[in-house]
């Protein structure tokens, strides 16, 4: 194990994967020569050169879909977004073509492809620059949706989707990318798709989450625990597509309270998705509603105390929390 | 420099009684007559969705593909069932495609906008207006990535040069062929019109090579219903694209006989008279004529092909008819390869 930023474990899980597979490339904005944006990419162009490092003209479409292309070939092709929000230029290739080639061609090839990029809320970047996207493509069948809320987690689960056979949307938290944690070693450390996990143990409450949210979950919990004795459950989904929601079940008929938290809007969002699941599966289990801890139902707005109104924060989780206890008044 | 470049075209078809003309007249007729053949069929009601069909640019498939050898690769629009069939897929297992068969060529999860035979050479089929130009790109930069000689054809209609993807697969592609590290062939099959609107009405620049021009790609025009011219530039370009790595843009000007879809009937952006001018110029026709004034084909041999390609089309429609729908399991077969859990069904819960 070694301390490494989530920035570090993505830049590491390309280049450990470049080192291991020739066949694994990546493409992007300003990736190359400027070295990215984040600079998630610092050195790789150096190191690997030009046909692997690829510096793109600013062409969503084009580069998502030559990068489809490519996989079909046999590629392993990552592609960086500046933003995630910059991805919905290419919401043809990424859902009408990536998503379905697979499938309409009845299995004959694979899309080994990785869309990776930050998104996310907290700068001051306003309405198309700060949005998140995890139910906007886990809606549809055919993709991997991964949201990663540790350094580990991003390296490992960046290693699977990139050994992978299909297309998946990995989305990295801006925010996050300075965070550090333990992150295993190994070169061949991945972590699956489809496995949630628990991220706190706790009695009272279940509070689902992934990503940035996650993170805010937890700080929420360890208060909640020391000021009021409320012990909170936390769940990591660490992927939108596959869901698992075993672990979520398994802790609900434990708590038989829960709380959904996600950044992005409320209506048809990931919280909505994680209730419904619940309500399906242990309705009888719960002994209140099902909580949704959500951003503010508006484009995001530019000036700062707006901003901050838009987006969920540790009063927002915890008033959640004490709701589905009939505590809060 | 263009002029003698259509000498040395024409000295690779002029000698040209060889026995593969007569085979792609064959492929051409077949073509035709399979054509035909999935139109009636819809009109049965035994083929679903949309139907598009190849009748009158039958040249502009035949003539490439058949300058094309194994591991090249195909990627076009949804009139796709041309290119199949001169790639060599199973005429039946298309047929059975379009009839929603398990023994179609995708499953039957694809029909008609989706054929793909990756094993020979084709990468489908797709549905929306030039969103596989991107692909085909990058098609091509893999093969030059992968380290071998292997090219891309990549075929859309006029109607595709309008849409996003056209310009920045056409100007990546551009990019890529400077290092020599995009190996494509790209076809406007220009048939006039974007469905129902014309090059006039859809385009503001009606020289549609130009527009390709413009992202650093060479271009040449081509007469798309001369098979001789077309299969003379392609031998050529193949050859050229091979070689260097660089892309490549041959603009087939061509007519579509048939309807946009099964479904245009009334055609009501084009007279019946400029369709009957156009048919004057008969792909099939015309290398038939060649060849019965150049090589000595007779009516017999022509009357023969004929017989055996509507033979061929007919044994196609038996085995799709007579192949089994998918099994119920193929619904969620292929949609991931590594399965997550898969959703609980209703009756999963008794």
């Avoid at chain 1, 990318?177 to 949630?196: A, I, L, Q, R």
């Avoid at chain 1, 996990?197 to 929420?220: H, K, N, P």
Wanted: net charge negative; aromatic share 8%; glycine share 10%.
């Amino acid at each position: 194990m070694s301390e490494k930023s989530y920035r570090d474990a993505i830049r590491e899980a390309m280049m450990e994967e470049m080192d291991r597979d020739p066949a694994v490339l990546i493409m992007g904005e300003d990736i190359g020569v400027y070295e990215g944006t984040f600079r998630i990419t610092a050195g790789m162009l150096k190191k690997y050169g030009p046909k692997r490092v690829i510096d793109t003209p600013i062409a969503e479409a084009g580069m998502v879909g030559t990068a489809v292309g490519m996989a079909m070939l046999g590629l392993r092709p990552i592609v960086e977004m500046m933003t995630m929000n910059f991805a919905i230029v290419a919401a043809d290739q990424i859902l009408n073509h990536a998503a379905k080639v697979r499938y309409f061609s009845g299995g004959q090839v694979d899309v080994p492809l990785v869309v990776r990029g930050p998104q996310g809320a907290g700068v001051q970047l306003s309405a198309q620059h700060s949005q998140t996207f995890e139910s906007f493509y886990a809606h549809f069948p055919g993709i991997h949706v991964v949201a990663p809320a540790t350094p580990a987690d991003a390296k490992g689960m960046l290693k699977t989707a990139i050994r992978g056979r299909d297309p998946v949307i990995f989305l990295e938290s801006a925010a996050l990318y300075g965070m550090k944690g333990e992150v295993p070693d190994d070169p061949d450390f991945t972590v699956p798709f489809g496995k949630s996990r628990v991220a706190r143990e706790g009695s009272d409450v279940t509070i689902v989450s992934f990503s940035r949210m996650l993170q805010l979950s937890l700080i929420v919990a360890d208060k909640l625990s020391k000021e009021e004795g409320i012990e909170c459950e936390v769940i990591d989904l660490r992927t939108l597509r596959p869901l698992d929601m075993e672990p979520v079940y398994a802790s609900v008929r434990k708590t038989h309270r829960a709380v959904a938290v996600q950044e992005q809007w409320k209506p048809f969002g990931a919280a909505a998705e994680i209730a419904a699941n619940i309500t399906e599966t242990v309705f009888d289990e719960l002994d209140a509603p099902v909580a949704r801890v959500t951003g503010e139902d508006v484009p995001m707005p530019y000036a700062r105390n707006l901003e901050l109104l838009a987006t969920p924060h540790e009063e927002d989780i915890a008033r959640a929390v004490k709701k589905v206890m009939y505590a809060h008044g | 420099m263009a002029k003698a470049k259509k000498e040395s075209d024409s000295a690779v078809i002029d000698p040209a009684c060889a026995p593969e003309w007569t085979e792609l007249l064959k492929q051409m007729i077949l073509i035709r007559r399979f054509e035909e053949a999935t139109e009636r069929e819809f009109r049965k009601g035994k083929i679903g969705g949309y139907l598009h069909v190849y009748i009158g640019q039958e040249a502009v498939s035949s003539g490439i593909v058949s300058a094309l050898r194994k591991g090249d690769a195909v990627f076009c629009g949804y009139r796709d069932h041309a290119q199949a069939l001169a790639l060599g897929s199973d005429p039946g297992k298309v047929m059975a495609e379009l009839f929603g068969k398990a023994t179609g060529v995708s499953k039957g999860k694809g029909g008609s906008m989706h054929l793909f035979d990756v094993e020979h050479g084709l990468y489908g089929g797709y549905g929306i207006v030039g969103g596989h130009l991107t692909l085909a790109a990058g098609a091509a930069y893999a093969k030059r990535y992968a380290g071998n000689d292997g090219i891309v054809v990549c075929y859309f209609g006029d109607g595709a040069m309008n849409i996003g993807s056209f310009h920045e697969a056409m100007n990546m592609a551009g990019l890529w062929g400077h290092q020599g590290m995009c190996p494509i062939i790209f076809i406007i099959e220009n048939n006039g019109y974007a469905m129902g609107t014309s090059v006039e009405r859809h385009s503001a620049l009606t020289d549609l090579s130009a527009r390709v021009r413009a992202y650093a790609i060479p271009t040449e025009k081509v007469d798309g219903q001369d098979i001789f011219a077309v299969r003379g530039v392609a031998d050529r370009v193949v050859r050229q694209v091979r070689e260097t790595g660089k892309p490549y843009c041959i603009e087939a000007v061509t007519y579509r006989f048939s309807g946009h879809g099964a479904a245009d009937i009334l055609q009501p952006y084009r007279s019946k008279e400029e369709v009957e001018k156009h048919k004057h110029r008969d792909p099939v026709v015309i290398l038939r004529t060649r060849l019965a004034e150049v090589c000595g084909l007779s009516d017999d041999d022509v009357k023969a092909m004929d017989e055996w390609a509507v033979d061929e089309a007919a044994k196609a429609v038996k085995f799709a008819e007579e192949s089994p729908a998918p099994a119920d399991e193929e619904l969620f077969a292929d949609v991931v390869a590594e399965h997550g859990p898969r959703p609980v069904r209703e009756s999963e819960h008794e």
